[in-house]
């Protein structure tokens, strides 16, 4: 089908691996995505199959129903082309020109040192699969593929009514094998300004760069209560906390690259005395000591490390400094409270996920997320308080719904029962900590059945990504199948 990019094309089912290999030989982080769709397009082209763009620059794609279930109700299938770019700090890669590296690794295929992109690739590769195939039975079938989900929802945000004629909507963007999902959480943005004031280095200072790097990290729906440490908490603890009888002075603080990713590094520059360089260098030590300890369940490369440096930028008063460590110490972060209704899933929760230094400035971007709005409401009011005593500046930004579960759903029973009929048990109706862009496509499509599934996927938005190839060919004989269990269509 296409010139192989690596080893994993050879996988079965080779249709979708073949995609998804291709999908991985092309750029397409997030705001980055173009080169891809427009790939995508042509191919549709290609192959004659109706083809079009929205204002935003989601992709639709119509194909006719195969001889025989012209009279089932039309179904969407729907993914996002846009990936989440991390990378390790030793890894060489630019997500905008350099094509992912995947590569299998026992029962997973993984990528070189980057995120993997198989959230949201794999499904991706499962709808074109589905257009491709000549021996895959369905009604009728709309392909959309939604821009910049990861950074912001874009393309979900822009969907307009009328563009879509279907009835059932398949969202692709699950990570579980198994679980099949009915609801999600929603969230919004919030970002923290504090302005600083900055003084001439004095010639007794020196700088020194501390880096906290080796954290797992991971998504801030899917694995915000599994215990991760935060890499921005846990730099501005130290900083608080552990050097109390060193007098130092922030010269900038960095950490995190994604609101919607558990930071996994950070970094700041201080401005000490000559004479404590060697203390900061042993506390620093027994901190590590501590932490390791501390969290040794959970991320065991957590890694400190202290450096002399030089800095164009002057170093932040002693008031400005410990105004920016009592905000990141006080700002909450992780689980804020585990849902009533649904056991075993988180309800509200926020993530600590960028930190930046300006000249005059700290920003902070958070990411609150909640599967009913007054429990966002209630964290926005927290960060407005915060903001307010740390003398700060608040916005919110990017709001966007939850999709409320709707457990009578006509789809929900075929799934169940198609599951069963398969695999010989029932597959786990679920609600999940993350935003899908079902919520979204419910405004302007509110009658529309959904469900989201897919096969399953580790350590999303980290460069442990890694996808389970038997749990691929799995999820595609669950799609086949139920695009082939679609009911007929009403009058």
Not at 21 to 28: E, L, T
Not at 191 to 217: F, H, N, P, V
Request: charged share 20%; aromatic share 6%; glycine share 8%.
């Amino acid at each position: 089908m296409f010139k192989p990019h690596s080893e994993i094309s050879q996988l079965e089912p080779q249709i979708v691996w073949q995609f998804f290999d291709q999908i991985c030989s092309i750029p397409h982080p997030s705001k980055h995505e173009e080169a891809l769709a427009q790939f995508i397009v042509n191919w549709a082209n290609s192959r004659d199959l109706a083809t079009r763009r929205d204002k935003t620059g989601n992709v639709f794609i119509k194909k006719p129903a195969t001889e025989g279930m012209e009279n089932r109700k039309p179904v969407v299938l729907q993914a996002h082309i846009d990936m989440v770019p991390q990378k390790n700090d030793d890894t060489a890669h630019n997500f905008e020109t350099d094509p992912i590296r995947p590569f299998i690794d026992g029962d997973w295929v993984t990528a070189d040192g980057t995120t993997l992109g198989a959230d949201n690739g794999i499904g991706m590769a499962s709808c074109l699969a589905v257009l491709a195939s000549d021996d895959v039975a369905h009604g009728p079938l709309e392909v959309i593929l939604t821009i910049d989900e990861e950074a912001g929802m874009t393309g979900a945000f822009g969907l307009e009514a009328g563009w879509l004629e279907g009835e059932i909507l398949l969202n692709t963007d699950s990570e579980q094998e198994g679980e099949i999902y009915m609801g999600c959480a929603g969230g919004i943005d919030a970002g923290l300004t504090l302005d600083i004031e900055r003084q001439e280095k004095s010639a007794q200072q020196t700088y020194l760069e501390i880096s906290l790097k080796g954290l797992k990290g991971g998504h801030s729906g899917v694995d915000i209560h599994t215990g991760r440490a935060n890499a921005n908490k846990l730099l501005a603890r130290t900083l608080k906390h552990h050097l109390t009888d060193i007098e130092f002075q922030i010269v900038e603080f960095k950490g995190g690259s994604l609101r919607n990713a558990i930071p996994r590094e950070a970094y700041t520059t201080i401005a000490i005395q000559d004479a404590d360089i060697n203390k900061v260098s042993t506390y620093i030590e027994q901190v590590q000591s501590l932490m390791r300890q501390e969290l040794s369940a959970i991320e065991t490369g957590l890694t400190f490390n202290v450096s002399q440096t030089e800095s164009a930028l002057n170093p932040l008063t002693l008031t400005s400094t410990q105004q920016l460590l009592s905000l990141l110490n006080a700002c909450p972060n992780g689980v804020v409270r585990m849902s009533d209704d649904i056991q075993g899933v988180v309800e509200t929760s926020l993530n600590l996920g960028v930190i930046t230094t300006q000249a005059d400035s700290i920003e902070i971007l958070c990411l609150i997320r909640s599967l009913i709005d007054s429990g966002r409401k209630d964290v926005e009011g927290t960060l407005s308080s915060l903001a307010e005593l740390a003398g700060a500046k608040v916005e919110f930004s990017g709001a966007y719904p939850g999709w409320k579960p709707e457990p009578e759903s006509e789809l929900i029973h075929i799934f169940r029962d198609m599951y069963e009929g398969i695999y010989g048990k029932k597959p786990d109706i679920m609600v999940i900590h993350a935003g899908l862009e079902c919520g979204l496509f419910k405004e302007p499509y509110p009658e529309m059945d959904m469900i989201s599934f897919g096969p399953t996927i580790k350590f999303p938005h980290s460069p442990d990504e890694k996808v389970h190839i038997e749990s691929v060919g799995l999820y595609w004989q669950q799609m086949k199948a139920l695009l082939s269990n679609i009911p007929v269509k009403t009058a």
